[in-house]
């Protein structure tokens, strides 16, 4: 668990922004926090709620004791001060009714509503809009009024991946604070001393590069979180004539568990290219090493990586999984360039 702003890692100018603005009695409002996954968005809006709420330490220490009730609440997301709202799992937006309530109780209750009941803890309120990302016009519309005039002694937080997914009548509303992406470093002090692990150098900073800064990508590749399906993997990939259509299936199939939920997918597709990246350079290595480099090796290497750097930009998740265990099992990489 995260216990004080230190471990932020990376993020000193948001913290030393926020403190002024505290210290100077100017926080409030709207904010809107803008990052990639895993770049410490969560841990920040945890960290700012327990610092204006923490029982034994003054907000402008910027130190949250972490063990008092408020903080712990906090954390277990069971305050009373602190208001919430995200998307559902099963929907594609977050729903007018989260925001202003049912429609026979419009207004008295959800986010708006229960934003403005007086804090029960005599201190600040917080209000947190995770998946900004996924607010549609009609939900925005709700909201603006609360964005525009939030009661005193109470902080909007919004959390979302990219400012372009925001609507422009909320970005209008909220200050802008960008959180990430981190450094290389950054990444590798986060792991190490957040996160406690104890892996060599080496292999800390090839997960941070083939995760690309998300660390819970990195974490999942490093804590081997997916044996079972690392393991399955190699074992097509090790194969002397991989076969296109077997892995094809595998990586479908794997993907489909992962759940309906596209950054869901997503993650568990950019899991399955790490793993190949990540075989492939082992692979390159042990070759170098004995002096019986493949041609093919680097050219699955490369082909991975590409895999990797497509996935972001590309909509068709089957197109690209077709297209990577075709080429994997050639050991050649399609003429028709990168997908754009
Ligand atoms: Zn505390």
């Known amino acids: 668990m995260t216990s004080n702003w230190s471990e932020l890692v990376g993020q000193d100018h948001v913290r030393s922004g926020l403190q002024a ?54 954390t277990a997301g ?39 009941i007086r804090p029960l803890m005599g201190g ?27 009661p005193s002694k109470t902080v909007i937080l919004l959390i979302g991946t990219s400012e372009q997914k925001q609507l422009p009548t909320i970005r209008s509303r909220c200050q802008t604070i960008r959180v990430g992406p981190l450094s290389r470093e950054a990444s590798c002090r986060l792991l190490r001393e957040v996160h406690g692990l104890e892996e060599s150098e080496a292999d800390v900073l090839e997960a941070v590069e083939i995760s690309g800064g998300d660390i ?17 993997l190699i074992r097509f990939l090790e194969s002397r004539t991989p076969d296109p259509v077997a892995i094809s299936k595998f990586f479908s199939q794997q993907v489909n568990e992962a759940g309906k939920d596209p950054p869901k997918r997503r993650a568990m597709l950019r899991d399955l290219f790490s793993i190949s990246v990540q075989h492939f350079r082992q692979q390159l290595r042990a070759e170098v090493f004995t002096g019986q480099s493949l041609p093919k090796t680097s050219i699955r290497l490369d082909r991975s990586l590409r895999a990797l750097r497509e996935l972001d930009r590309s909509a068709n998740q089957s197109a690209l999984i077709e297209s990577f265990a075709s080429d994997i099992a050639a050991g050649e990489s399609s003429e028709l360039g990168e997908i754009g």
């Not at 309530?101 to 209750?109: F, L, N, P, T």
């Open 21 to 74: 603005a505290i210290s100077q009695n100017r926080l409030g409002g709207s904010y809107l926090l803008i990052g990639p996954n895993g770049t410490g968005k969560h841990t920040l809006v945890d960290l700012l709620a327990r610092t204006l709420l923490c029982r034994i330490s003054e907000p402008q220490a910027m130190m949250p004791c972490g063990h008092c009730e408020a903080c712990q609440q906090v």
């Open 124 to 150: 600040w309120k917080v209000g947190i809009i995770d998946d900004a990302d996924f607010l549609n016009e009609e939900g925005a519309n709700c909201l603006l009024k609360t964005l525009e005039e939030p």
């Open 78 to 116: 069971t305050h009373p001060d602190v208001v919430r709202v995200a998307k559902p799992k099963d929907k594609t937006v977050i729903p007018v009714k989260e925001f202003i309530g049912e429609q026979d109780a419009r207004m008295k209750e959800g986010f708006c509503h229960d934003l403005r």
């Open 216 to 232: 819970h990508a990195a974490l999942r590749l490093l804590q081997g979180e997916s044996g079972q399906i690392r393991s399955t």
